[in-house]
Structure formats: structure tokens, C-alpha cells
């Protein structure tokens, strides 16, 4: 089976030479569903869904799953920090669905009235400290990863994980002095895997997901700062059907059931 490539995006100014050859719960279907579109499925069903970098995983394996059900369909994904991918929805980038780590950046879209439909919600997510294998700055606690002369990493605070992240160190009473703050939850996680950090703020998937090249350690405070993660079709896509019944397969107990199995929570 042909496995389809996640690409980081590219800036708007060259989607238009690039968009021919880009890259991509509840325990039953959502029951809020989306209205029927004026769209037509102009391009024989292929969609290009944005996600959330936490979801690269998942959705890789939903979109295959996806078009094993809807043959002669293809799903490419575009996967990226949320908040560089609305920010490209919201400057005309080809996207016919939206999954985003966090409602905040799902509303800067609905907003712009890009939203074919109301977004659903699908997933939960919380935080953990990540750190490298064997833990050589011997981190135990979030008030370890900001001693001095710790190298911590995490996301910028306009992307989810870094608002997330904010509001976990004020509730546990630290303060962090970040050595870099990264677009993305996966670019943290690339600091820390690579050696470069000596521990980070990720989502317990990506824990999960990097396998031995990280450690994961409980943060307690996060368990109250739970990131839900909603998905819509938009405006703007030729494939409206697909897109529609990619949100709907996303959504269902099929769906459900890969997203559990990387760690997600229900929504």
C-alpha cells in the first residue's frame, strides 16, 4: 500500500506551485452533524486534511483506514503546529479539513466563516514531561525542569501545547525559563529525543508514540488542564462529501478506537 508522506507546511506564497504534489469519543459516531454543503466533489474524492502535529500518528493510520472504505480515495495530510496551519487556512491555503489541538484555534477559522458546519469535538489530551532516555539530569518533577542550568523545551505560547503548558506550570507553582520555545509539540519532542534539551512539556501520545527515545513523567497539575481537540470540514473544499464523511470517520467508534489507542482521552 502506497503510505502517504506528512510534510511540514510551506508558506502560503508557494502552496500554489506545491498544492499538486503536498503531502496530508465518545465511544460511538458524533451525533451533531454537519450540514449539507454546496460543494461538489470536483476531484474524484481526495481531500487534504490539516492536523494538529499531536495527531500525525493517528490520523495516518485513519486516513488509511479511511480510504480502504472509499476506494479511489486520497487522503494527503498536511500536519503542523495548530496555529501555523490556521493561520494558513485563513490566508486561502487548499485544506478541506481542519483538526486542531485546542477549541481556541478552531474558533480563529470559524470566526473567518471558513467552517463548513459546526466542529466536532473528538480527543482529549494532557500533558507530560518528557525527558531523554536514562534521565541524565535525574528530572523527577516539573520543578526539576526549572533549576538552573536545566536546558527545558516547550512550545511557543500561541501554539496549544505551549498555552497548555503556561497554565501547568501556574497551577504547579513553577516558574520556566525555557532554553527554546518550537511551533510545534513535535519539535520539542526532536529536542529532546536528539539530546539537546534535557526535558520538555508534550502530550502523553507523544510520550507514548517516540517509544524508548524518550522518557515520560507524570506532571500531577496536568491532569486539570486537558486539551480537547475539535475537527471540521471547510468552506472552501471542492470534495465537500468526503470531507464531510472523513470528519463522520474520525468521529465514529472506528475512529474512537485508533485514537484510544494512541493515548487520546475521550472528548
Not at 494527503?76 to 495548530?82: E, F, I, M
Not at 463548513?116 to 528530572?139: H, R, S
Not at 515520560?216 to 464531510?244: C, K, Q, R
Request: include cysteine; aromatic fraction near 4%.
Amino acid at each position: 500500500m502506497w503510505r502517504r508522506r506528512a510534510v511540514v507546511l510551506v508558506p502560503f506564497a508557494l502552496m500554489g506551485v506545491l498544492t499538486a504534489c503536498g503531502s496530508a469519543d465518545q465511544t460511538g459516531p458524533a451525533s451533531l452533524s454537519a450540514p449539507a454543503s454546496s460543494g461538489t466533489d470536483t476531484d474524484g474524492g481526495s481531500i487534504t486534511v490539516f492536523a494538529a502535529a499531536s495527531l500525525e500518528e493517528s490520523f495516518t493510520e485513519l486516513a488509511d483506514r479511511f480510504e480502504e472504505t472509499r476506494p479511489g480515495t486520497v487522503v494527503t495530510l498536511n500536519v503542523a503546529g495548530s496555529s501555523d496551519l490556521a493561520t494558513q487556512i485563513s490566508e486561502g491555503a487548499p485544506a478541506d479539513v481542519f483538526a486542531s489541538a485546542d477549541e481556541a484555534t478552531m474558533e480563529r477559522i470559524a470566526a473567518t466563516d471558513l467552517l463548513d458546519g459546526e466542529p466536532v469535538t473528538f480527543a482529549t489530551n494532557t500533558l507530560q514531561l518528557a525527558v531523554p532516555p536514562d534521565n541524565p539530569a535525574d528530572i523527577t518533577s516539573l520543578a526539576d525542569a526549572a533549576r538552573p542550568g536545566i536546558r527545558t523545551v516547550v512550545c511557543a505560547a500561541q501554539v496549544p501545547c505551549g498555552a497548555a503548558a503556561e497554565r501547568v506550570a501556574e497551577a504547579a507553582g513553577v516558574e520556566l525559563s525555557p532554553v527554546s520555545e518550537e511551533s510545534s509539540v513535535t519539535d520539542v519532542l526532536g529536542k529532546i529525543s536528539s539530546g539537546e534539551a534535557d526535558a520538555g512539556l508534550v502530550y502523553v501520545t507523544d510520550v507514548r508514540a517516540a517509544g524508548d527515545a524518550v522518557e515520560g513523567i507524570a506532571v500531577p497539575e496536568a491532569a486539570d488542564v486537558v486539551n480537547t481537540y475539535p475537527i471540521a470540514a471547510l468552506t472552501d473544499s471542492e470534495a465537500a462529501e468526503t470531507a464531510h464523511a472523513f470528519v463522520d470517520f474520525v468521529t465514529s467508534a472506528d475512529g474512537r478506537t485508533v485514537l484510544e489507542a494512541a493515548g487520546f482521552g475521550a472528548p
